[in-house]
């Protein structure tokens, strides 16, 4: 069974950081491009980061550029986002997924595999 699994959310204060992680299982990240998608309550699903398998490419939403980044650990298998400098508006059910082919695209509805999603509040 193909999945990912997500962990490291949290309630953190403004400000804060988080790291959440993106650990996949029966087949390999480096076949796949994994983004990073999140939902708040009442609104849209929104792509925040994506990382492709073929070259390393990094993408992200403008609302997190300079705040978050994405990064690929292939000995472990995962996906991290670490997120700094937390804003109130970035409250919200955070899930990885995970698509083939390899490149990144900024629609929900390409990917094929994903998490249950991680809870991240930020507080003021």
């Known amino acids: 069974q193909k999945q990912v699994v997500e962990s490291g959310g949290g309630l953190v204060q403004s400000g804060g950081s988080l790291r959440l992680s993106c650990a996949a299982s029966?087949?390999?990240?480096?076949?796949?491009?994994i983004g990073w998608f999140r939902q708040a309550p009442g609104k849209e699903r929104e792509g925040v980061s994506c990382?492709?398998?073929?070259?390393?490419?990094?993408y992200y939403t403008d609302s997190v550029k300079g705040r978050f980044t994405i990064s690929r650990d292939n000995a472990k298998n995962t996906v991290y986002l670490q997120i700094d400098n937390l804003k109130r508006e970035d409250t919200a059910a955070y899930y990885c997924?995970?698509?083939?082919?390899?490149?990144?695209?900024?629609?929900?509805?390409?990917?094929?595999?994903w998490g249950q999603g991680t809870s991240v509040t930020v507080s003021s």
């Open positions: 997924a995970a698509k083939t082919p390899y490149y990144c695209i900024n629609d929900w509805r390409a990917y094929d595999y």
């Open positions: 990382i492709s398998s073929a070259d390393g490419s990094t």
């Open positions: 029966g087949f390999t990240l480096d076949d796949y491009a």
